[in-house]
DNA sequence: ATGAGTGCAAAGTGTTTGCAACTAT
DNA sequence: ATAGTTGCAAACACTTTGCACTCAT
């Protein structure tokens, strides 16, 4: 059940979350609810098992599968997005419809933080790439990998 | 142990390979040598299972996790490269120093085959996030995801 | 001979699936 | 009422680890 997501109406990320929903016909369980407020309350990006730790302190008896599922649900409706590293989790943010801030990832090999980076900063390649082998770069869901500059300070290996 | 390679002297890239591990006071082992011996038959990316697969038929007796491990050793020395893909597995090809011929990746999400790009496709991210986040892009070892043209062609969905 | 390398079993991460029970509509 | 969701257990894919044994040096 793909679909698109209408921006904020005003009344935050989790209303307009819980709109887009209903719009959708898809139910609004206190799970999905729960994933939605954890995300809107946070900037950072949550493994799902940091989505799953603080959703339980909303609803108590949320089940690891479930919020899986949930993650999966409100990406499939644009709500949520999500970005792979090389090793360790994917992790999870309210999508650009909801926050208004587009932004690419990158990940430090040695303290594993992912930084926010710029949505444009891979457009040179995606251009290049689509001119030169037809190739379409979908850049979103991978975060690259490498050392942020206290890291890199303090001597950190590339692994 | 890190180390670094020399080029290949002419005897191609498993006995390049063998001197390095010689060299390093590494042993030679059947397993070693004889995943050497695939990566240098082939140009495609290999992941450990297939790397296994064609080895077994040069050695008969490996076993998984050796081939995990040797492709560690040679990968520390500097003789095996590995890229990492947001789904699956990691693949692994001989490096560049070893085939003279230095490349990134790309992964098609429908068919994902792995794509070489130009080496200095992400020069422009590189330079510019050094410049306004001192943040050191390594892009070496993550593949971007993206449509080949077939597949896009064909209406392959992003997934 | 001796310690690095191997085989095997087992565990470890992160994620998905099958199915009965539940609940939002 | 009833289909969509959930919880649980179990499987899954990929990779790593512990330990006794073997073989390259």
Redesign the interface.
Known sequence: MVGSVAVDGGGGPVSAGIAVLRRHGERVTPARRAVLEVLGATTEHLSAEEVLGRALAISRSLHRTTIYRALETLGELGLVTHV?T??GPAFYHLSAPLTGTPHLH?R??VCERI?D??AD??D??VR??RE????????D?????????GC?AAGGH?G
């Open positions: 792979h090389d090793h990158v430090c090999r930084m980076v710029p900063l891979l040179d390649a290049r790439l030169t082998a037809g190739f379409l770069l979908l850049v869901h991978t975060a690259l990998a490498g050392l942020c500059s890199e590339p």
